[in-house]
């Protein structure tokens, strides 16, 4: 267990280093960089790169997705998760989501992607736009006020300098709804690696697994057109897009009975 003095003097060095950052060339700080990766690599890569769940489905199957929009009481969280659920969002991006984003003429909005850090245009739903429109209608003064943020925070009980809704902040209302569906259920128990801390239940639904939902319902309704499904996931290598399509087990059953029909 790390010791209140080892926190002091970690302290103490991330002070230093952030001291000498500013004076250091691009070349040395990417040598710096490369070191610290290196090491990271060293201790921590490979140890999850394998899915625990293997073949559980990690995305939300239509009933459950259903059961989890009916105990939803907000119409703000209602929106914020639609945008995962119906275009794949990650949580980061959908909390950011600025009606200065979206082009009210022709449904489009703009993605500030996570991972590959460009900029990306979807068409929103039409189902998903209505809702977007009646909810920015009706919730315009404070939208206004967050400088344009559909999600807005709420300032009384929040003293961060950002005007939307924070992602772990979301997650926990996720989660609370979850449980509400009687949806909750954990798979496995995590691995920690940092001394102290005790190992965590793994839950089958996350956040992201609307995420998961929504690329997967994209791949079916496309025949599994795999470079299509990778850019309605902003995904850089479809490769990538695979890990998230998911197939229940009745289909994969199905389908080895069909392929493998001939009867000796």
């Not at 009687?182 to 690696?193: F, G, R």
């Not at 850089?236 to 998911?246: G, M, Q, V």
């Amino acid at each position: 267990m790390i010791d209140r003095f080892a926190i002091i003097e970690l302290e103490r060095e991330k002070e230093i280093v952030i001291d000498l950052l500013p004076r250091l060339g691009k070349h040395k700080i990417e040598e710096f960089q490369r070191v610290i990766s290196k090491h990271y690599v060293k201790r921590f890569a490979g140890k999850r790169r394998i899915p625990k769940y293997g073949g559980l489905n990690k995305g939300f199957t239509e009933e459950k997705l259903q059961a989890f929009f009916l105990t939803i009481d907000k119409p703000k969280y209602k929106l914020l998760f639609g945008f995962m659920a119906y275009l794949g969002l990650r949580i980061g991006e959908a909390v950011k989501v600025n009606v200065k984003d979206i082009d009210w003429q022709t449904r489009e909005i703009r993605i500030r992607s996570e991972k590959t850090k460009v900029l990306d245009l979807l068409i929103i739903p039409l189902f998903l736009y209505q809702q977007t429109e009646e909810y920015a209608k009706e919730n315009k003064q404070k939208i206004d006020e967050a400088q344009g943020y559909l999600f807005f925070q709420d300032r009384r009980f929040s003293k961060r300098q950002e005007l939307y809704l924070e992602s772990d902040y979301v997650r926990r209302i996720f989660r609370d709804y979850v449980v509400r569906a009687q949806l909750d259920e954990t798979y496995d128990t995590s691995e920690e690696s940092i001394d102290g801390r005790k190992n965590r239940n793994l839950h089958l639904l996350s956040s992201h697994s609307l995420r998961h939902y929504a690329i997967t319902q994209f791949a079916r309704q496309t025949n599994g057109n795999l470079l299509l499904t990778a850019r309605f996931a902003r995904h850089i290598e479809p490769s990538t897009t695979k890990i998230y399509i998911h197939f229940e087990k009745d289909e994969l059953y199905r389908e080895i009975d069909n392929t493998f029909s001939k009867k000796y």
